[in-house]
């Protein structure tokens, strides 16, 4: 693997903490983060960009306040900008997802 080459897995196996988003890469102006996840995160919104995220393993809910989301491994779904979400990982087994942004981690935060 040279230099430019980035891998999933490595940098998913390097973090210690959940909810500790690491740049993995960037693409234009956005950064593309790797982050482990457990629990609820909190309802919020980010005005100015969309959000999206991919799932490598596991299983993850974007609540959405009309409904919720579920993916899987592979699955990617995009929260449009301004839309108020909240991601949830349950306690059933190694879930981590992979999301890009380009913007604040935690966006406007409502409970």
């Given at each position: 693997?040279?230099?430019?080459?980035?891998?999933?897995?490595?940098?998913?196996?390097?973090?210690?903490?959940?909810?500790?988003?690491?740049?993995?890469?960037?693409?234009?102006?956005?950064?593309?983060?790797?982050?482990?996840?457990?629990?609820?995160?909190?309802?919020?919104?980010?005005?100015?960009?969309?959000?999206?995220?991919?799932?490598?393993?596991?299983?993850?809910?974007?609540?959405?306040?009309?409904?919720?989301?579920?993916?899987?491994?592979?699955?990617?779904?995009?929260?449009?900008?301004?839309?108020?979400?909240?991601?949830?990982?349950?306690?059933?087994?190694?879930?981590?997802p992979l999301r890009a942004e380009g913007h604040r981690q935690h966006g406007r935060c409502?409970?």
């Open positions: 693997m040279d230099e430019d080459t980035r891998n999933v897995q490595a940098a998913l196996a390097s973090i210690t903490e959940h909810w500790q988003p690491h740049r993995l890469t960037s693409i234009n102006d956005y950064d593309v983060k790797v982050v482990k996840l457990l629990g609820e995160f909190v309802w919020h919104t980010h005005p100015d960009t969309d959000e999206l995220f991919m799932v490598v393993q596991g299983e993850l809910t974007i609540q959405l306040r009309d409904r919720d989301v579920v993916l899987g491994p592979n699955d990617v779904f995009v929260v449009p900008k301004g839309v108020e979400h909240c991601p949830a990982r349950r306690p059933r087994g190694p879930r981590d409502r409970r």
